[in-house]
């Protein structure tokens, strides 16, 4: 259920262990404000998360995050976005990524794919 989901992402951002790409929290604050959500957020609570969460290591999206996800979609048939969380994932060293929307289990190089919600 979505409550459940909702609890076990509070409970996984109590770590402070985390490592995230400007693009993850620009798609949150887009989906999170979205108009046609019944559940959207006001501006000042979507951008008070969004500033929250940069307490952790944020990845900027670079040229070289850009041609990485170019080859992650190519080998792999992500999408261009997905890839790019790959490739931001990728470039700080992280060996865990998750996410509800990639095959759970996946390994990309020395990525692992988990849903955290499985």
Not at 13 to 39: C, G, H, K, M, N
Not at 75 to 84: E, I, K, N, P, Q
Not at 87 to 96: D, E, I, K, L, V
Request: overall charge negative.
């Amino acid at each position: 259920s979505e409550a459940e989901k909702r609890e076990r992402s509070i409970a996984l951002l109590d770590r402070d262990d985390w490592s995230l790409s400007t693009q993850v929290l620009q798609e949150f604050y887009v989906q999170a404000t979205r108009a046609s959500r019944p559940d959207a957020l006001p501006h000042e609570i979507a951008a008070g998360l969004v500033r929250a969460w940069q307490r952790f290591q944020v990845q900027d999206i670079t040229l070289a995050i850009v041609n990485a996800a170019l080859d992650i979609k190519s080998r792999y048939g992500f999408s261009y976005w997905d890839a790019a969380i790959v490739a931001a994932a990728q470039a700080q060293g992280c060996s865990r990524l998750y996410s509800e929307d990639l095959s759970h289990g996946q390994v990309i190089d020395n990525l692992q794919i988990i849903d955290p919600f499985r």
